[in-house]
């Protein structure tokens, strides 16, 4: 069965960063053989992506009370008793010249600097693949976004409204462009306040001085600009729409609008 773009995007991702098992990995592999030049150029995005985000990563001075806490934890606890002979170790280091004090006490401080940095050193890249994928995956999102865009604005004929805010929003403006043929639609805003948890943004359809229903979403966080796809947007003939709007409704959208208008664009 052919891997859909969604599942070849998510495994792509993993792959670039060498975290797939082992039947994922030969399952993307001839997947990526068989790729379209668009697939292809995820794939090359996304390892160009992996190769270079380790350079991003900043080194620190570990903290006076990390190294305490790490040299309690790894040295050995004395032993209560050693043997005459002493152990293997012990004639090791009078073998190597290690046994007197003075090159002894270095020998420890040398062994507790490498201990530190390997065990900082450790954390340091656990923390940087972390970076790594929360950026691996704000990439993907952000190329997704791009193809949906490009899927748009490369048909033959395409529709373009703009959108700007109200009384409740003044600040907030949009536009929205879509494909007739495919009746596909890429809604793009900026500044709208988050939704709560219990609510919804809408998009409205007015055709005919009645609101149609074109898609609920949510913006959770403040970010100046906004993006989603409609890929079955309810009217695609502009000779028949008056208006789109934009209100707040409770989750998952309403038959018809009830809450406030936050964005209005009018079809010219």
């Known amino acids: 069965m052919a891997m859909d773009k969604e599942q070849f995007e998510e495994l792509c991702a993993a792959y670039v960063l060498e975290a797939l098992d082992e039947d994922d990995h030969r399952l993307f592999e001839a997947a990526l053989a068989e790729a379209d030049q668009a697939r292809r150029q995820v794939y090359t995005a996304m390892r160009t992506a992996a190769l270079h985000l380790p350079l991003t990563a900043e080194v620190h001075e570990p903290a006076s009370h990390v190294k305490d806490k790490i040299l309690q934890t790894v040295r050995p606890a004395a032993s209560p008793q050693k043997s005459e002979e002493g152990s293997i170790w012990d004639r ?39 970076n790594q994928q929360q950026q691996l995956a704000e990439l993907q999102g952000e190329l997704v976004q791009k193809q949906a865009l490009l899927e748009v604005l490369t048909a033959p004929v395409i529709e373009m409204v703009m959108m700007n805010g109200l009384e409740v929003n003044p600040t907030g403006y949009g536009k929205i462009i879509w494909d007739p043929g495919q009746g596909i639609a890429i809604l793009q805003l900026a500044n709208l306040p988050p939704t709560p948890a219990d609510k919804d943004y809408q998009l409205w359809v007015i055709r005919a001085g009645t609101p149609i229903s074109a898609g609920v979403f949510a913006v959770r966080e403040t970010t100046e600009e906004s993006f989603f796809k409609i890929d079955d947007l309810a009217e695609t003939d502009k000779q028949l729409i008056d208006a789109f709007a934009i209100t707040i409704e ?18 010219l």
């Open 92 to 130: 090791l280091a009078v073998t190597i010249g290690l046994a007197t004090p003075r090159v002894a006490l270095s020998f420890s401080v040398v062994l507790d600097v490498v201990i530190v940095g390997l065990s900082y050193y450790a954390v340091s890249m656990r923390s940087a693949i972390q």
């Open 250 to 267: 409770p989750s998952g959208g309403v038959p018809q609008p009830t809450g406030d208008m936050y964005l209005l664009g009018h079809a």
